[in-house]
């Protein structure tokens, strides 16, 4: 491994440069000592940041391709424009801050980390995450999501604000297959729109300790009063059983 | 044995992450560009095909021959071609044919020959039958009848070119960048479960219909054998030919609007339909009655195209990726994001529309857009 020490701010004109390539170059970086990387030009290379677990802070001009941060592992990166599909797949650890909307399965499978969208995301968002004592991953999404958020949710928390409708959630199929977990949601849903595994109640103290966490954090990225989210009415979705397969494969 | 490997998985990888990729721009004030934008942001996303199929159609690609049906065909030998034109000559006026110019592109190899026919409708043309469904008659007629030719575009001042490459390499083959239309789409094709096969790339075409897709249509069979009664015969093995002809039954012969032919190919689940206000409900349960064998079943998203009109629709749980973007009078529909921003970066708007809702820009009108049904919207 080189020894040399790179400038700690680096930016690249990712035009034309192909992922492996970009994703590489990443990896070089963040193992000899640069710690700020601005990517300009961004058109859809996918992976970025994949498997990276160095301190290293990912700034992207454009539009990153998809499974953004694919188990990446540390590293914090942050969007000026949308993501595509299965932003966070996977995910162990680091930051993603999007400043825009997110495509379908954002934080899918994800076992850590953050995720912060400023506007809203597509379908299935959430599915299948988990989490395994301090490892908790947690995705809050500013606006709202399409069908199926939190399809087979296993762990983590989802915390959908309803900024930009009104406070109306459209998904259906919400929670379905759903097992551990928790959705926080400011507005309100009908009980059609949910999976027969989903139930819903008001959020508890802790519940909302940590409601006012993630929206203060929420609020700072985005320049939103934090105060100004929190007044509305929050409900709490959380699965009836943990297990509901158990009998099924494990009589 | 060959090492296809070699040539699907260059580096390797445990695992092959591919899809079809599809991409829509439509100038909806009329105006005609060229091919390079779109040639641009399809070759974006080189990766999600594997290079056994790419294809683009055009329209208002024939200007001086516009009132003339204007086929496309491929042909395997030349005794193929030689029984297609003289039937064409019986059939039809044939008022200009030439080979389709292409010129050396390293990645295609082995390409049949590519010929393009003007006509006119003649006199052997039954009374009573309309132009467009003796077209489409002679069409059915060669593809399954002569051997080794296939008409793969059938329409008036439009166009589909494709083959198997990846769809940069087919937009080189036949020069694409040289040609204008105020409305293009393409394909980069991931086989899934039928031949890379010159006849099976994307886009599948009857009269002036032409369909892109990215997905399985798993209700291919009970589709194809609805549309026979129809007098349409599959035969490109592909399950995507079926959308087609079933745009063209639904929209041309029984007069349905978009919107509505839209809920027969991505019919609302029950439950939702439940939930509608009667009359509507009276509605999508008559539809799912009456066209219940031209429901698509499995994931699809599809871009769907006729003179003036420009349609994006996904099925109903949005197993496959559709992102819109508009831009003054240009409306682009795409797999991908990137690839529209790539050709526009500035664009006035950009989301992800809900499952089953279509997507409809129109030389007629506006670009059609149901604000309700606008999630994850771009400030």
Not at chain 2, 205 to 226: A, M, P
Not at chain 2, 227 to 246: F, I, K, N, P, R
Not at chain 2, 349 to 373: F, H, M, N, R, T
Request: glycine share 12%; net charge negative; aromatic share 10%.
């Amino acid at each position: 491994m080189a020894t040399q020490v790179n400038e700690p701010k680096i930016s690249i004109d990712a035009s034309g440069l192909y992922y492996r390539e970009l994703n590489e170059r990443l990896k070089e970086l963040a193992n000899n000592g640069t710690r700020q990387v601005e990517l300009h030009n961004v058109y859809g290379q996918r992976y970025i940041g994949t498997s990276l677990n160095a301190p290293l802070e990912i700034e992207i001009h454009g539009t990153p391709g998809n499974d953004l941060g694919a188990f990446m592992d540390g590293p914090r990166i942050t969007v000026y424009g949308n993501a595509q599909d299965g932003c966070g797949n996977t995910m162990n650890d680091g930051e993603i801050i999007v400043h825009g909307h997110a495509g379908d399965i954002i934080g899918l499978s994800a076992r850590g980390g953050r995720i912060f969208v400023r506007d809203s995301v597509g379908y299935r968002a959430g599915i299948h995450m988990k989490e395994y004592q301090e490892k908790k991953p947690t995705v809050v999404i500013g606006g709202t999501a399409q069908d199926f958020l939190g399809e087979y949710m296993a762990g983590g928390v989802l915390v959908l604000l309803g900024l930009n409708g009104g406070g109306e959630h459209r998904a259906n199929f919400i929670g379905t297959g759903m097992h551990g977990g928790a959705v926080y949601l400011k507005g309100n849903v009908e009980k059609y729109q949910l999976g027969r595994e989903v139930g819903m109640a008001r959020p508890s103290e802790d519940d909302w300790q940590l409601i006012k966490k993630l929206v203060v954090e929420f609020a700072g990225h985005f320049k939103y009063n934090a105060d100004e989210i929190l007044k509305g009415e929050f409900i709490k979705l959380f699965p009836l059983y943990l297990r509901p397969y158990g009998r099924i494969y494990a009589p | 044995m060959k090492d296809l490997d070699r040539i699907q998985n260059p580096y390797r990888d445990d695992k092959v992450i591919d899809a079809c990729s599809i991409f829509g721009m439509m100038d909806t004030s009329g105006k005609r560009f060229s091919g390079k934008d779109i040639i641009r942001a399809i070759a974006n996303m080189h990766d999600r095909g594997n290079g056994l199929g790419g294809g683009f159609a055009v329209y208002g690609l024939y200007p001086d021959y516009a009132d003339r049906y204007a086929f496309h065909i491929m042909y395997l030998t030349k005794k193929g071609q030689e029984e297609v034109e003289s039937l064409l000559r019986k059939k039809f006026h044939l008022i200009h044919q030439e080979e389709i110019p292409t010129q050396p592109t390293p990645a295609i190899t082995d390409p049949p020959a590519v010929w393009r026919y003007f006509l006119e409708i003649n006199e052997l043309k039954p009374e009573g039958k309309s132009d467009d469904d003796y077209v489409v008659e002679q069409v059915m007629n060669i593809n399954t009848q002569l051997q080794d030719a296939f008409v793969f575009s059938s329409g008036k001042n439009m166009g589909a070119f494709k083959g198997v490459g990846y769809p940069e390499d087919i937009a080189e083959y036949f020069c694409l960048e040289q040609y204008e239309g105020y409305l293009w789409t393409a394909h980069g094709r991931f086989p899934t479960n039928s031949p890379g096969w010159w006849g099976g790339a994307h886009p599948f075409c009857i009269l002036d219909w032409t369909v892109v897709h990215n997905g399985e249509i798993s209700s291919y069979g009970i589709n194809r054998r609805y549309l026979e009664q129809y007098g349409y015969h599959c035969t490109m093995q592909t399950d995507t030919e079926v959308v087609a002809y079933a745009v063209d039954l639904l929209i041309r012969k029984h007069n349905l609007p978009v919107e509505i032919a839209a809920r027969v190919l991505a019919a609302p689940l029950w439950s939702d339909i439940e939930r509608r206000p009667p009359a509507e409900q009276e509605l999508l349960r008559t539809l799912r009655q009456v066209y219940g064998s031209l429901l698509l079943n499995g994931p699809f998203t599809v871009i769907i195209a006729h003179h003036g009109e420009m349609i994006g629709l996904t099925d109903r749980i949005r197993l496959r990726p559709l992102t819109v973007g508009t831009k003054g009078s240009m409306l682009y529909l795409s797999s991908e994001e990137s690839a529209i921003r790539l050709v526009c970066p500035d664009l006035d708007d950009a989301w992800i529309p809900a499952g089953g809702e279509p997507i409809i820009g129109s030389l007629q009108a506006p670009i059609k857009v149901d604000v309700e049904e606008m999630v994850a919207h771009a400030h």
